[in-house]
């Protein structure tokens, strides 16, 4: 990407300094996460680091040195299809050990992973791997098929490596290939902390995805700042239920255990007759969740005398709306505390998070008394506050616009001045999110979210363009207007309505609708329910008001919407 504009960078430079404190200045030792990987191993050798759950309950077990040879390996297959420094690498694949060592082979390169959901449509994994520039993907054998297809929109994208059943002998075979290949790695261009790492796509107000830059800085110092204020040390696991495409799953349950010398138990799916099975088994202290599982969770009926529990601290809860009623009905069945917070994978990750010391009543007021779940005080590497639409830091309890600096703060938007302009115009990063703070008695500020000032709907953590599912419902004959309306729901956090007017003397059913978007659609983004009007709520500048038809979908706030197949 070219360079931005000088005024545009110093506005980026401040929104990532931490009272004061530019990212130049690191706050951590590492100058790479190879170099965290070599000092971890060094220190923790046969130590169990990695353990695996497939679906069908096959377990792998990989410790420090185990883990760090198979990286290698991986690492010099990729040098051998001329990955180096820089270069875009992909991964489509669902939660597997490979996924995390190709994650880390990349980074040992001073490469760019650039997560697949595979739950995303063939439109958007195409635009994916094109604007990346993607040059080498990772595809396990159930999609590669689909991949294959793809590869002719793919921009770039020259070598498909086949994981799992070799299934097509014309292209490259990981297991088959890593065999061959030496488990010694010597960078020849050792990374540095200002190397881009990751490269996310999430929704923005648009149709196309907006891809966040973060670097290999960004992720050493959220997954230090997420691993010393959940306290986790280096005997104690975490566990991942969470896709390993999400910035939660790879900053919480992978960097913050290595970096501070713990285990991961990593699971393909989650599963709620096996979450609290697992954490006994493995002895798991923290998991990290969204709201959907906690919902998920107190549905499941689970009978918890078999577990042995006691080394199991809290959970960790965030990436989508977290309602009083939810947490505090799931810490009365389930005796856990539930540590709330909040992040963008824009900042990396978590940019605050409850103290896990409160008082319980303490951790229950701030968690019901003002009507929505605080999600606590900014992580040490950051700073929050509340602004109004020109900048101004607003009062205690005023609503506004949460807006974040610090070293957790990405690298940029790649290839989208005008959205970077908009979005760090104070010298902050803007979230888009609406919020307010009340101060403790220490004189710290405790923040809520209350809602949106975008539009994006956030389903079971995963974010989704309404413009995107627009286009789609503006396709079918007979619509006059339709748009995507995100309602809140008890299972997902919220889920996506249509709210449809016809065409004068044309009739389309509900079903005619569903159908229409289940064609274009994968079910995650496709609507559940559509409402039929006339009248619609317009703003000043005739743009219309989704939020306000979100009541018109109150009736199926408990529902839990699934596939039929």
């Not at 001073?110 to 990772?138: E, M, Q, W």
């Amino acid at each position: 990407m070219p360079e931005l504009p000088g005024p545009l960078q110093e506005k980026i430079n401040s929104a990532q300094t931490v009272n004061g404190v530019s990212p130049a200045e690191s706050l951590v030792p590492h100058r790479s996460i190879h170099a965290l990987l070599e000092d971890q191993v060094d220190r923790y050798e046969q130590k169990p680091f990695l353990v695996f759950y497939s679906d069908e309950g096959y377990r792998k077990e990989y410790s420090y040195r185990e883990f760090y040879e198979e990286v290698c390996k991986t690492a010099n297959l990729l040098r051998r299809f001329g990955i180096t420094r820089g270069d875009r690498v992909a991964s489509v694949s669902f939660n597997h050990a490979d996924v995390v060592i190709q994650y880390f082979a990349a980074f040992l390169l001073g490469a760019v992973v650039v997560p697949i959901n595979i739950g995303d449509d063939d439109r958007r994994i195409s635009f994916i791997l094109k604007n990346a520039g993607v040059k080498v993907a990772f595809v396990r054998d159930e999609f590669l098929e689909r991949a294959k297809q793809l590869r002719t929109t793919a921009g770039p994208l020259n070598v498909i490596i086949q994981v799992g059943k070799k299934v097509d002998p014309s292209l490259p075979h990981l297991e088959s290939e890593l065999v061959k290949i030496d488990a010694r790695f010597k960078a020849e261009q050792r990374p540095e902390r200002t190397d881009e790492a990751l490269i996310v796509y999430t929704s923005g107000t648009t149709g196309m995805p907006r891809a966040v830059v973060l670097t290999q800085y960004n992720l050493l110092v959220d997954a230090m700042a997420i691993a010393e204020w959940n306290r986790i040390a280096d005997d104690q696991r975490m566990m991942c239920v969470l896709p390993l495409h999400h910035v939660n799953g790879i900053v919480v349950t992978l960097m913050a255990p290595l970096y501070c010398g713990a285990g991961i138990v990593l699971n393909q799916r989650f599963h709620p007759e096996r979450f609290f099975e697992r954490i006994s088994i493995e002895k798991v202290s923290v998991v990290s969740v969204v709201p959907t599982i906690l919902q998920f969770l107190l549905h499941a009926k689970l009978s918890m005398d078999a577990y042995k529990l006691a080394h199991f601290r809290h959970i960790i809860c965030g990436a989508g709306p977290l309602t009083v009623e939810l947490a505090m009905k799931f810490e009365q069945e389930f005796k856990i505390p539930v540590i709330h917070g909040y992040g963008l994978s824009e900042t990396t990750c978590y940019s605050s998070l409850l103290p896990i010391d409160l008082p319980v009543q303490e951790h229950r007021q701030w968690m019901s008394k003002y009507g929505f779940p605080s999600i606590g005080v900014p992580l040490p590497v950051n700073e929050m506050s509340i602004h109004d639409d020109h900048g101004n830091e607003m009062a205690e309890g005023a609503k506004g616009e949460i807006v974040i600096r610090g070293h957790t703060v990405m690298k940029h938007y790649a290839q989208d001045p005008e959205v970077n302009e908009k979005t760090f115009t104070h010298g902050w990063f803007r979230s888009g999110d609406e919020g307010f703070f009340r101060y403790d008695e220490q004189g710290r500020k405790f923040f809520f979210i209350t809602g949106r000032m975008k539009e994006i709907i956030i389903r079971g953590g995963v974010n989704i363009s309404p413009y995107e599912i627009d286009e789609v419902l503006m396709k079918l004959p007979g619509v006059q207007l339709g748009f995507a309306v995100g309602f809140e729901n008890d299972w997902y956090g919220e889920e996506v309505g249509a709210y449809v007017t016809m065409k004068e003397n044309m009739e389309v059913s509900e079903h005619d609708v569903i159908t229409h978007c289940r064609r274009q659609l994968p079910f995650t983004k496709s609507p559940k329910v559509v409402l039929f009007g006339t009248g619609i709520a317009v703003t000043s500048t005739g743009k219309y008001q989704r939020s306000a038809c979100k009541e018109l979908f109150v009736q199926w706030k408990t529902v839990q919407f699934t596939e039929k197949k």
